[in-house]
């Protein structure tokens, strides 16, 4: 037996747990590892404004001038996902 | 820009590093820039700006030619630098400025070479020209380097169509020696 655990933009949030931004922050992800970065995950201030997932961070300041840009972290996606085991599995 | 067409023979060279040296206080670095920001408005093209010191001026460019600027404010030279690597990677600007002409000199020393040669990597198999505005040579992979020779005042500045007088010397110029290479070749 077996349980899945789904968390919506898992990396964001992983980036965002510790640098929790105002409500009206827009905040769009990429990956610094990809040789062309585009925004993969956003949080809904981001959507509702208007940036889509596939937009290099410059075409996201487009249709929002005060997007925020986050990188993923490798280590802090490892730690929430250890918590949230923890939590699942006490 | 004629200022710099007619005192290199051309624009600046795409898919390579330009470095810019202005090495005193005065010599016309940000008259230089704010002149490529109209250019960019005239031409309708957009240009990145990453403003190594947060010093940059916008006000008395006007909002319309703003609407063509992505500015990158950094505070610290390794920030610029990612940003800079960021904005090639990107791939949406003909012309991305990389401004650390008032970053203090021990903070750049500390950027290692390697870091020249990653954004001479990445910028060569674009069509981006990449500018660095620096107060001495430190750019090794930069493909040509530029002085300016000017000590301007303030009268200077109230003068009409200022930039006419900026003298630009070029130091060094991989690209000439290219073309003269492949010329005695053939």
Redesign the interface.
Known sequence: MFATIHVPNFYLQAVLRHQVPSPATAVGL?D?KN???VIIQLNPVAVTAGVLPGM????G?GPMSQLVIKARSAAQEESTQEILLHSALP | MAVIDSQIGGGLPKGAITELISPHISAGSASLIAALLQAAWSGRY?L?LVDGRDSFDPHPLGNSCLRHL?WTRCTKPIEAIKAAD??L?????PLVILDLVLNPAQELRKIPSTSWYRLQRLVEPTSTALLIVSRRSMVGSAQMKLVLENAWSLPTLEQANDLSRLQIRVQRSQMGERTIAQAEAS
């Open positions: 990429i610094e040789n062309k970065p290099t961070p410059s075409q300041v | 957009f990145a992505l960021l904005l990677r990107d791939g949406n600007f």
